[in-house]
């Protein structure tokens, strides 16, 4: 049986850099964020929760969306309390905002607070509008996160649930139809 030969066109595959060196030297290697599964898997093995910042810039910095998706995955699969954060960066990307979508079915919560955090930063209308329709869907959600946020996202996301509230019209205010 032949032994397993490393993989020659990555040579960030068998690394073992810690997380912060292992950023800085894919930076410069940019072309090879879509083959270094193993090295990542290595990485999450060897400093765990310490990884979130690689997976995050792997996850930007990937071309195609089979990647994508699998780097996405690696990031939920973690358990930690910062991917959703991680994740909200990429909200921009399609494949990372379903992921959003299914977290927010179990964690709406902390998916809302990431979200909102994400859009004030980044300026993201989208983004805010996306965490509307979930503020709208789970009132007790808004509620956590509100409690949850920094006093600029918390004032953003205020102004956007106020600017939803309209006030009933008496019947007789209205105008009269056709």
């Known amino acids: 049986m032949a032994e397993a030969q490393p993989d020659t066109n990555c040579p960030f595959s068998e690394c073992v850099l810690p997380p912060e060196a292992a950023c800085a030297y894919l930076t410069q290697l940019s072309g090879y964020y879509d083959l270094c599964e193993g090295a990542l898997l290595l990485q999450i093995r060897l400093h765990g929760a310490g990884a979130l910042p690689l997976l995050g810039q792997t996850l930007a910095n990937t071309m195609f969306l089979d990647s994508a998706e699998k780097f996405a995955d690696l990031i939920v699969q973690m358990r930690e309390p910062a991917t959703v954060a991680v994740l909200a960066k990429q909200f921009h990307r399609k494949v990372v905002r379903r992921v959003l979508e299914t977290l927010s079915h179990t964690y709406p919560a902390a998916v809302l607070k990431a979200v909102i955090e994400h859009a004030t930063e980044a300026r993201s209308k989208h983004a805010e509008d996306w965490a509307m329709r979930l503020?709208?869907?789970?009132?007790?959600?808004?509620?956590?996160?509100?409690?949850?946020?920094?006093?600029?996202?918390?004032?953003?996301?205020?102004?956007?649930?106020?600017?939803?509230?309209?006030?009933?019209?008496?019947?007789?205010q209205l105008p009269p139809l056709l």
């Open 135 to 172: 503020a709208l869907r789970k009132p007790e959600a808004l509620a956590q996160a509100l409690a949850a946020l920094a006093e600029g996202p918390r004032a953003r996301l205020l102004s956007l649930v106020q600017a939803m509230q309209r006030p009933e019209v008496a019947l007789d």
